[in-house]
């Protein structure tokens, strides 16, 4: 902005602190660093039970920015919990004899089906409600606080829509985050009737945003072929804090060996499956790697792949550790304990070339090996191949999984260097949105 030495902007980000997992980074940062780029925020939030919490983050949201949390409990969830909790502890404790497994798989994709029809029915998500209740949230603020520009991160897509509607309201830009795609997305699964409500609510956003920002180059062509020439659109990729692998005590773990960590949840179409047939294939060909592979899956991995690693535990005992949710903090001691990293790309290869998970920066900092499974010719395996921090290796190929890790633990891994991810790091990155917002607010006032 060139007159005022302060801009003010409202963030609608319903995953936030003390919300936890992988979905609050990219909107914590930037209100954390946005202020030493002269751009104070308030974020109307959520306050959910429903997910997972790391109270642990709130130290990183700076005092003097005005957060609302508006409590919001998603249908999908209180469905899931009428579950009887004896089922549910079955599933997870039984012991793992192949007429339970066939039976507890079952029943888990009828449920998945039975959720998938549910959802599709909520449009444009199941947070419509919350969202409701930001955009009255958001007027009521205004009354008192002036706001230069609107801001929101997707999903959940329901954020722009109140977004766009408070902008308009108030008459100022609107700039719309999209750290995953939506209709475009590889995890994207509904049915044709609905993928056309989608895309029409989808271009009715994209035309209305004064600006846009998106995760990575290629992400941000797809939107850009669907704005116009108008709309600016820019990538600021998902990236790492320095600050926070400060003092981060590494820990040593009792088994020893060469240990692979994954960290995080697997969404959408991300599955461990072609990792651990990888993996089998390994044990088939090198029986003795199975004293010495140690697999660690960092946080909560998803429900419905038990059946699938409580198997796979069957076979191998003592191979597969999971810790079950940690917080952010601990997440990184895990990577950098880590002999290397395991990062998991799913969906259509034409849809996945442009994701660049969050996780991917901090594993550059940790500065591990880093095992990419799907998209070998997209964005992040580009970016691991430039700076030399990994392989890219189709699903599809079980044997060349088994060779590389073979090959890793014989001494071949890489070795990245921890500096080549610097252009990454969060502060940078914010001070880069915050030129990209006094951008739009200029253009928006014709101040070109």
């Known amino acids: 902005m060139s007159d005022r030495a302060v801009m003010r902007i409202l963030m609608f980000a319903y995953f936030y602190p003390p919300l936890g997992g992988a979905g609050v980074q990219r909107s914590l940062k930037f209100s954390k660093y946005l202020p030493d780029f002269g751009i104070v925020p308030s974020v109307i939030s959520a306050d959910s039970s429903a997910y997972t919490q790391d109270s642990s983050l709130l130290s990183e949201v700076p005092a003097k920015i005005e957060v609302m949390r508006l409590p919001h409990t998603p249908v999908l969830t209180r469905l899931m919990a009428l579950a009887p909790r004896r089922d549910r502890a079955r599933r997870v404790s039984a012991v793992p004899t192949p007429s339970r497994l066939d039976k507890t798989d079952s029943a888990s994709r009828w449920r998945d089906r039975a959720l998938r029809a549910f959802g599709t029915l909520q449009y444009p998500d199941d947070k419509t409600a919350w969202a409701r209740h930001a955009e009255q949230a958001a007027l009521r603020l205004m009354e008192h606080t002036s706001i230069d520009l609107v801001y929101s991160s997707s999903p959940p897509v329901s954020a722009h829509l109140a977004a766009m509607r408070v902008a308009r309201h108030a008459r100022v830009p609107w700039v719309a985050d999209f750290r995953d795609l939506w209709t475009a997305n590889p995890a994207y699964a509904a049915p ?257």
């Open 192 to 448: 044709g009737w609905r993928r056309a409500i989608d895309r029409r609510l989808e271009s009715r956003l994209l035309a209305a945003a004064s600006g846009i920002v998106t995760v990575s180059e290629r992400l941000a062509a797809t939107l850009a072929d669907r704005t116009g020439p108008n709309v600016p659109v820019m990538s600021i990729p998902n990236g790492y804090d320095e600050a926070d692998f400060a003092g981060v005590v590494v820990p040593t773990h009792a088994s020893r060996g060469f240990c692979i960590v994954h960290a995080g949840t697997f969404y959408g179409h991300q599955s461990p499956d072609s990792f651990l047939r990888g993996v089998e294939t390994l044990f088939e060909r090198e029986p003795k790697m199975r004293e010495r592979l140690r697999i660690r899956f960092v946080g909560s991995v998803g429900s419905r792949f038990e059946p699938q690693l409580l198997a796979f535990e069957a076979r191998y005992p003592r191979v597969l550790e999971r810790t079950g949710y940690v917080d952010h903090r601990q997440a990184l001691a895990e990577m950098l304990a880590a002999d290397a990293l395991l990062l998991v790309i799913g969906g259509q290869a034409e849809a996945a070339v442009g994701v660049m998970t969050g996780k991917l920066f901090e594993y550059l900092r940790a500065a591990r090996p880093i095992l990419l499974l799907g998209a070998v010719d997209g964005e992040a395996a580009q970016l691991l191949r430039t700076v030399g921090a990994g392989a890219a290796l189709d699903h599809a190929e079980p044997a060349r999984i088994a060779e590389l890790l073979s090959n890793w633990m014989a001494g071949g891994a890489p070795v990245p260097v921890a500096e080549r991810a610097i252009a990454y790091e969060r502060r940078a990155l914010a001070g880069r949105l915050g030129a990209f917002l006094a951008t739009v607010h200029d253009r928006f006032h014709g101040r070109d």
